[in-house]
């Protein structure tokens, strides 16, 4: 039981984490963008990955924990799957309107759940289902006004799908398959993440902003506020790989849809930004959609929990042959005391 208790408060503090560190970054990096004028998403990207690792490694030589070894080849291929994924979004913002892109990331809820089913046979109840799809049209309502398509940012937005939920389904499977931590996992994996990146960072971004980061003049301020981005980073990506680690991908998800929600009402309360009957009724069914997953995980998690206590408490405490040998035993006791 203590044990139980302990894990669900792991979990609802990489939940916590999560949530906290990617609505920071979220506001950081588009003051970053938007008021300062700093374009380069992608190339930004790598340097947080850059700024993980270093930190990790700084981590792991003051024995904060230890490392294991992963076989060189999964974690590259994982840690270059990841960083493609990264590249394809922000392709796929830079390809599609808003709307669409909205679109793209809500389409990653499903097509995980369908990648579970078919390949890993993950069973998801008509109820988790149903509280999915009110999630979804809520966060929809709330965010997408507008659906242009393009067939390069069709097939751009369909890659970012595909790569985005193969990379989060592997990052919970390789965690529990290998028996390897998410701080394990992040650190071996990032370099490869943050070198594709940082190689083809500068091309896609000049690909979308048709300038050249490089070029770029830095000011004080706009060094200050990457600097703070990159530290914040630290913290997004490992409790990202800490809350699938611990829950799931659909779960990460379903987490990411609010810190859309939170991120509306940030915009709105902190920076501004307009805000409409349309954003209000989306993010309140989103969070009743939210609501009703917790609610229904959590009441399955409570079933399974009582039938695996059952299933033990009827299970016998001593089977048949262990029973036929102390039979034996009390046998040879009785025979030995007649001598």
């Not at 914040?232 to 659909?250: D, E, H, Q, R, Y």
């Not at 991120?263 to 959609?289: K, S």
Request: glycine residues 8%; aromatic residues 10%.
């Amino acid at each position: 039981m203590g044990e139980m208790t302990g894990f669900q408060l792991g979990v609802i503090g990489a939940l916590f984490l999560s949530v906290a560190s990617s609505v920071s970054i979220v506001i950081c990096n588009k003051a970053l963008m938007s008021n300062l004028g700093f374009p380069f998403a992608t190339t930004l990207t790598s340097w947080h990955l850059m700024v993980t690792f270093c930190t990790l490694h700084a981590a792991q030589r003051l024995n904060f924990f230890e490392t294991k070894a992963i076989d060189l080849k999964t974690v590259m291929l994982f840690g270059i799957l990841n960083g493609i994924s990264i590249g394809l979004l922000n392709l796929s913002l830079g390809f599609n309107s808003v709307g669409f892109y909205q679109m793209t990331k809500l389409a990653i809820i499903p097509f995980t759940v369908l990648l579970e089913t078919l390949f890993l046979k993950k069973q998801f109840s008509q109820k988790i289902k149903l509280s999915l799809f009110v999630l979804i049209f809520g966060v929809g309502f709330a965010s997408v006004t507008d659906l242009q398509l393009n067939l390069v940012g069709t097939v751009l937005s369909a890659l970012a799908i595909v790569t985005t939920c193969v990379g989060q389904i592997l990052t919970n499977t390789i965690q529990k398959k290998l028996n390897v931590s998410s701080t394990q996992l992040l650190y071996q994996s990032a370099p490869f993440q943050a070198a594709i990146l940082f190689v083809s960072g500068p091309l896609v971004d000049q690909c979308l902003t048709k300038q050249n980061v490089f070029a770029y003049k830095y000011s004080p301020i706009v060094l200050g506020f990457i600097i703070l981005s990159c530290l914040i980073a630290v913290s997004v990506n490992f409790s990202t790989f800490l809350v699938i680690g611990k829950t799931s991908p659909v779960t990460y998800q379903v987490l990411g849809h609010l810190k859309t929600c939170l991120v509306l009402g940030f915009g709105y309360t902190l920076l501004h930004d307009p805000f409409t009957e349309r954003n209000i009724i989306g993010i309140l069914v989103a969070m009743l959609g939210m609501g009703l997953y917790s609610f229904f995980c959590t009441q399955e998690s409570t079933d399974l929990s009582i039938s695996q206590t059952k299933e033990k408490d009827t299970e016998p405490l001593l089977d048949g042959k262990s029973l036929g040998y102390q039979d034996k035993e009390s046998q040879d006791v009785k025979k030995s005391s007649f001598v």
